[in-house]
């Protein structure tokens, strides 16, 4: 029997990514998958802000960005009657290497389709000593062991050949569909249907010279009764993936006409190699429960959302690290039993929040106007489709322009944050507002050696110091030291002190903000205890 202290089960970009986070903290790892790492149907392609800091701290920056999608390609996004009808509006958005590096981060985000996000991680993963990755590996079969820890029965795809895995925890990374999640009767809530939809990845290496149109990264298409799906870049070359929408009832695949229905909005001149078809089902769901005893769902297992916005996986990589670092200290001694227990306290409400946003992005894609002269070449058709344009570029702004989801998600009421009295920031989709209350991700800013502040967090606990005087803090890292925490102090300067707003900052090792406040608490064993779980 091979035992393991954490075993993933799943690696697509969000069981690689828990893996990683583990393996850089020199955690025994084991990743089983099913499949053999190809990714025949890439449907996440866009990785945001947040995602590409966790990528600068994994050491994996320089490849991401390099991954090879072009730096001159505008990601304009248009609505239109078809490639060879009506554009009803295009709203320009820059080239990545015209994109500006915002204020609020270090980092701007990327075009990186799953296709090469995978092999960049799985790479990573393969470089890291105490992590084991096992692909053509099926899970059969998870049982919780009642002393605590978990037994897995799995198969060998190739050979048949069953084996048995003892893990300490066990991390469901295995998608929508969580086997997982179904064997341990957790039941999901929200929207179980906003519609089924089909995507298809193909290539046309000659689609934007033959349509006669110029770049974007998205062309959403509408016709007289609604949205009919959209076409989203890939590769910027010749690889593209189209959506297109069949209903409320499951499609069956073997009486879809899909190259018919993409000839429709795309045209009849445009060369069309299918790669694969996927039908997919659009939903708003949340699992009930994050973790049952020693096992955790983390990504697609714990949440469905709409990919307007591309929240999904980011969403799931983002909790990945959040649960990285809880497991990390568990396993070490230093993390008490809350630590865990915070993991669903924390990111369900995040799940929740963002997968609202990405429906409300999905019915920014339906005008409130009578479409019915949508098609019409008169001067009433132009000026209704000039009306329809403008009304949905403003209604799925947010999809574009969502800083606020990326950046201004926060931990309320967990139970290792300590709060202050001071107000909440408002939670608005697009707009980010940086702070160092508790919970809240903590702010960038550039050092004078060229570091962001978030280069300071990761490790483990960071007390960030607006002040001179280093011997304040030397009781609470003492006893931090005695306690097996690991606790270090950063000075910052005070060119900071617009955003770290008072002069002690306590940042967790996933960048969060844990507590703050301008003297340091009578009691600092109490703050330590605390924010360790315990």
Known sequence: MHETSVLVIGAGPVGLSMAL???????????????????DHPRAGGLSIRTMEFCRRWGILDEVRGCGFPEDYPLDIVFSTGLQGYELVRER??????????????????????MWFDPILARAVSHQDSVTLRYHTRVDEVIENSDGGVVVRCTDTRTGEESLVRARFAVACDGATSRVRSALGIDMSGVPLLNYSVGVFFRSPDLLDVSGQDPAARFIFVSPDGPVGNLTVVDGRDLWRFTYMVGDSRPNVSELDVEATMRRVLGEKVKIEILSVAPWRRSQLVADQYRSGSVFLVGDSAHTMSPTGGFGSNTGIGEAVDLGWKLDAVLRGWGGDNLLDSYEVERRPIAVRNSSAATRNFKGWYSDADLSGLLDPDEAGARLRRAVGEELIEGTRAEWESKGVILGYRYENSPICVPDD??????????YEPTNRAGHRAPHAWLGDGRSTLDLYGDGFVLCDLGADADSAKEILDLATALHIPLQRAALPSSVEDLYQTRYTLVRPDGHVAWRGDTLPDQPATLLRTVTGH
Request: charged share 25%; proline share 16%.
């Open 422 to 431: 001071s107000p909440a920031p408002a939670d608005d989709y697009r707009v």
């Open 21 to 39: 986070e583990l393996g850089l903290r020199g955690q025994e790892v084991l990743v089983l998958e099913a499949g053999d790492g190809t990714v």
């Open 93 to 114: 958005y820059p080239a990545l290497g015209e994109m500006p590096v915002p204020p609020e981060s270090p980092e701007r985000r990327q075009r990186c389709p799953q």
